[in-house]
């Protein structure tokens, strides 16, 4: 226990001669204490390129993007508009074949070119090569 209190008188005792010594200005020493580490400095030029040069390459990459948007939608408003013609070209052609189609256009075309209507068909059984009916030629357009 002495030791101990003894320690303490001993540092209380130095401190105050230090203390005694600085305000009197009769020290010689120079007194140390801990200084903060200097700082880094890393050359800024180099950096604030890098950061420009992004934003640049990240500008232009988005003016791209937007141009090619932009593009790709004029040509597909060129396309619809191509489509919606081939729709309607494809309705008419569609309206066409059906009038053509119609039993009573096709008789008449058929009679413009020449033909007949066929009276009673005759049939041919192909196993055997059998006629079923009785074969007539069709007879002259009255």
Known sequence: MRARG????TAQGTSA???ALRQAGTD???WLRVA???PITAPRLPFVLLVL???TAGILGLLMLNAKINEDALRLSALREQQSTLDA???RLISELAELEDPGNLAAAARRLG???AEAPAFLELPDG?????PRPAGAAE
């Open 6 to 9: 003894h320690n303490l008188e």
């Open 17 to 19: 001669a230090a203390s």
């Open 28 to 30: 010689s020493r120079t």
């Open 36 to 38: 903060p580490p200097p």
């Open 53 to 55: 040069l992004l934003v």
């Open 89 to 91: 070209q494809e309705q």
């Open 115 to 117: 033909l007949v209507p």
């Open 130 to 134: 059998r006629v079923i009916g009785v």
